[in-house]
């Protein structure tokens, strides 16, 4: 059976950032100080800080169209399943919990509060 009515069709792009220094890091058990937790790489605080850099200028990246000449964005092109409650793009990242700004993402404890 060949269905004639299917819903737009989004591509994926993806890229994946690891971390040149693969030393482990090792940090207490906040349930039992006693005890030590090894953490990958990816976990250490230098490596986030640079990523989410990263991350910050990806999502702000532009382009010239040639035909009409105007700037566009990633928010222009990208796939915002909320849309018009919503206009903001889908993207999955770890820096979501943080709400993407670097002050909740620095403190040890996040002190951010959902803004609508």
Do not use: H, W
């Not at 006693?34 to 991350?55: H, N």
């Not at 018009?84 to 993402?105: E, G, K």
Request: charged share 25%.
């Amino acid at each position: 059976m060949i269905q004639y009515n299917s819903s737009p069709f989004y591509r994926t792009a993806q890229f994946i950032v690891t971390p040149r220094d693969q030393r482990s890091i090792q940090r207490e058990d906040p349930k039992n100080f006693d005890r030590v937790i090894e953490y990958g790489p990816v976990f250490k605080k230098s490596f986030l800080e640079g990523t989410l850099k990263l991350y910050d200028k990806v999502l702000s990246l532009t382009a010239t169209s040639e035909e009409s000449g105007r700037a566009v964005g990633l928010r222009d092109i990208c796939y915002k399943p909320l849309y018009p409650d919503n206009n903001n793009c889908a993207v999955l990242s770890i820096f979501n919990y943080f709400q993407v700004i670097y002050y909740c993402y620095s403190r040890t404890v996040p002190t951010c509060v959902f803004k609508e």
